[in-house]
């Protein structure tokens, strides 16, 4: 089994920045892809953005938010600059990930609460 465990959601005021991480472990080979998505009350879950060999953002998001990684620790990071109330939903992470069993699957975290208040 895999495990994806979450950090550092919160409230934070508009105008203010946080930073998610995500740290991946269990029956893994390899980490194809990480990202963040997320949702908000009533609406769908969307993509906030997702690495592999570069990044990739939805247009929300561009220039305000960061992804990275750290390959030797499976995590993955989300800086968050310039939250506004729209921002508000919860955060998801993400791994597309092989197992030593050789078999690729998509896995989640449980979700870290994101809110910005006005």
């Known amino acids: 089994q895999v495990q994806l465990v979450e950090s550092g959601g919160g409230l934070v005021q508009a105008g203010g920045s946080l930073r998610l991480s995500c740290a991946a472990s269990?029956?893994?080979?390899?980490?194809?892809?990480m990202g963040w998505y997320r949702q908000a009350p009533g609406k769908q879950r969307e993509l906030v953005a997702t690495?592999?060999?570069?990044?990739n953002y939805a247009d929300s998001v561009e220039g305000r938010f960061t992804i990275s990684r750290d390959y030797a620790k499976n995590t993955v990071f989300l800086q968050m600059s310039s939250l506004n109330p729209e921002d508000t939903a919860v955060y998801y992470c993400?791994?597309?990930?092989?197992?030593?069993?050789?078999?690729?699957?998509?896995?989640w975290g449980q979700g870290t609460q994101v809110t910005v208040s006005s």
């Open positions: 269990g029956n893994i080979l390899r980490i194809n892809d």
């Open positions: 690495i592999s060999d570069s990044p």
């Open positions: 993400n791994a597309r990930v092989t197992t030593y069993q050789l078999r690729t699957t998509d896995y």
